[in-house]
């Protein structure tokens, strides 16, 4: 068993993310090359917010993947219908239904899991469209479940002795809220967020945090010392200081239940708190090229048991002519609310031009918080095929070295098959 303490580990992250920057400063970006055409879109959220989800899903329709024309055709209406309301109301919509059977190689109890998220989200402009002090409705309710298995996927891995979350956001709690805020610009370089939210979509995010599309293992999408709190009521800002240089900071209920009114918990005054200072190529590619310092705070939570803490991550990712998307991230977590007390992840994704396939690869170091557990390796490797415009596949095999809550074994795997179809 290798162990790090953390001077030592942030060392390392310091030179890796050092050693991207340099390529970052080496290898500008092609103005007349691909390395361009990636943008997200308004706001400051990343790619699993519903903002940047509706951009990613137009995106790979405008291409028109030649792989199953006829499922396409068949939704044309529909998309064309859709076209028609937002231009003619400023509504934006969009449905999906994603499902994760996973299983593990060995485990003391169950050993699979099988779940599925039916989601409906979308935008609401109200305000000043498409000019600077736009105003939008953010809206997204969702319905998580188990497929015929007594385990969700995102319980399989503490089932089965891995102290971390193998299949991340596929839970059984039913129908929930997960957003339902109003963002507001106020000019180019401010927005302002305030409602239901939900904070993984923009604190200490990267190009590959997107658990319907992306990544499944929590260590490579939100960092695993940073204990997010369910979606609940808050408030978020972010601010673009410079052309490159930006900051967001903000509150949500550290007691947030997206199947409760939000108000029953956000009585109890207990907070997460977070400030992240970045630099990026362009708010345009704020997730594409991006290195940034996040800084968060959690309340104690009385009625859960759960001690307060603090902590700090960094990342650093950058976009080569969009096509590779290689990243280094870390954590330290000080106190007892996190699942990691330190975390190091690497990784890259690899983007193929004309089918939109993705190919992902991460690496991860993980200590958990409980100081009685061994440390942990996490690697993934998932290969998405987008099979259709609206309709994708997502094989992925998860290897766990030294899994902390079952010692009578030095490995475990995870196989899993994601499907998404998206209307």
Excluded: C
């Excluded at 979350?165 to 339902?180: E, R």
């Excluded at 590779?324 to 992840?345: C, E, I, K, Q, T």
């Excluded at 557990?373 to 998860?398: C, K």
């Amino acid at each position: 068993m290798i162990t790090l303490p953390l001077p030592q580990s942030l060392q390392i992250f310091g030179l890796l993310a050092i050693l991207l920057l340099a390529g970052v400063a080496i290898s500008p970006a092609d103005e007349s090359g691909s390395s361009q055409t990636r943008q997200g879109g308004e706001g400051f959220g990343g790619p699993s917010s519903v903002e940047e989800q509706l951009l990613e899903d137009r995106e790979i329709r405008v291409e028109k993947i030649p792989r199953l024309g006829a499922f396409d055709d068949a939704l044309q209406p529909w998309f064309d219908f859709k076209t028609g309301l937002q231009e003619d109301t400023g509504l934006t919509i969009g449905f999906d239904y994603t499902s994760l059977l996973m299983w593990a190689s060995s485990s003391p109890g169950d050993d699979r899991g099988f779940g599925g998220i039916a989601r409906m989200y979308g935008t609401w402009t109200l305000l000043d469209p498409g000019g600077p002090y736009t105003g939008s409705l953010v809206f997204k309710g969702e319905n998580r479940h188990r497929l015929g298995t007594d385990t969700a996927p995102q319980n399989l891995g503490f089932v089965s002795g891995y102290n971390g979350i193998p299949g991340t956001a596929f839970s059984d709690y039913g129908w929930g809220v997960t957003n339902l805020f109003w963002r507001q610009s106020l000019g180019e370089r401010f927005n302002l967020l305030v409602g239901q939210v939900d904070v993984t979509d923009y604190v200490d995010i990267y190009g590959l945090v997107n658990p319907w599309t992306q990544f499944q293992n929590l260590a490579f999408l939100t960092n695993p010392t940073i204990p997010v709190p369910n979606q609940g009521l808050g408030a978020a800002v972010g601010v673009s200081l410079t052309d490159h240089l930006y900051f967001v900071g903000g509150f949500s209920d550290a007691n947030g239940d997206p199947t409760q009114s939000p108000f029953s918990t956000f009585e109890e005054g207990e907070f997460f708190k977070h400030a992240e200072i970045g630099w990026v190529s362009s708010f345009e590619r704020r997730y594409f090229d991006n290195v940034h310092l996040t800084a968060w705070q959690v309340d104690e939570r009385e009625a859960a048991g759960v001690d307060d803490g603090w902590g700090l991550a960094v990342s650093a990712t950058r976009f080569i002519d969009d096509t590779w998307m290689p990243f280094v991230r870390a954590g330290y977590a000080d106190g007892d609310a996190s699942l990691l007390s330190h975390s190091v992840s690497a990784g890259v994704g690899r983007y193929f031009d004309g089918t939109k396939d993705l190919l992902g690869v991460g690496v991860n170091w993980g200590r958990p918080a409980d100081g009685s557990l061994d440390d942990q390796w996490t690697s993934e490797l998932f290969y998405r095929f987008q099979a259709a415009q609206n309709f994708a596949i997502t094989p992925s095999i998860q290897l766990i070295g030294n899994p902390a809550l079952n010692s009578d074994k030095d490995f475990l795997a995870y196989f899993g098959l994601r499907a998404r179809v998206t209307f």
